[in-house]
């Protein structure tokens, strides 16, 4: 039973360092793959999010957005601040009449600007999943939504 134990931390602890290395990996590539934008790959994020035909029109709560994302809120303030001074996304009053929720959404030079982005993203998604099946690709997504939802059960009560 100990070398069942130990083979596992070793699978475990190879798998985390994979992760953490494609993590890098796909920072670094997406990065370049949207820097004639002046984009980063938390800004691809963000703008892909808003981008959604669920949430394009009223944009999102910051709340949402975190929640979506996955991120702390200092670092989606810096995001948005910069795109913000992009002129690629506005912070709006909701339209339920609280003064005090703001929306997240796009701006018509934002929208313009994502739209242009998805040529690079397109070639950048096929570059990157070249050597996996449609099968492969959706059988990957699964058992990292899985993933996903065990860690997300280890955080606290805002994700953090």
């Not at 959604?52 to 702390?72: H, N, Q, T, W, Y």
Request: proline share 2%.
């Amino acid at each position: 039973m100990r070398d069942d134990a130990a083979a596992r931390f070793d699978i475990a602890n190879r798998l985390f360092l994979r992760l953490y290395q494609a993590s890098n990996l796909m920072h670094k590539t997406g990065t370049r793959a949207v820097s004639r934008f002046g984009a980063t790959t938390q800004q691809w994020a963000v703008l892909g999010a808003l981008s959604r035909p669920a949430v394009r029109d009223r944009g999102m709560a910051v709340k949402e957005l975190i929640a979506f994302l996955m991120v702390s809120r200092q670092n989606l303030t810096a995001v948005l601040d910069r795109l913000e001074g992009a002129g690629l996304v506005e912070r709006v009053r909701a339209a339920d009449g609280d003064g005090r929720l703001r929306h997240v959404r796009l701006t018509p030079a934002g929208d313009r600007v994502w739209s242009e982005m998805l040529v690079n993203i397109r070639r950048y998604y096929e570059d990157a999943l070249a050597d996996f099946s449609t099968e492969e690709c959706v059988q990957l997504f699964r058992l990292l939504d899985r993933l996903r939802h065990a860690l997300s059960r280890m955080t606290g009560p805002e994700g953090e």
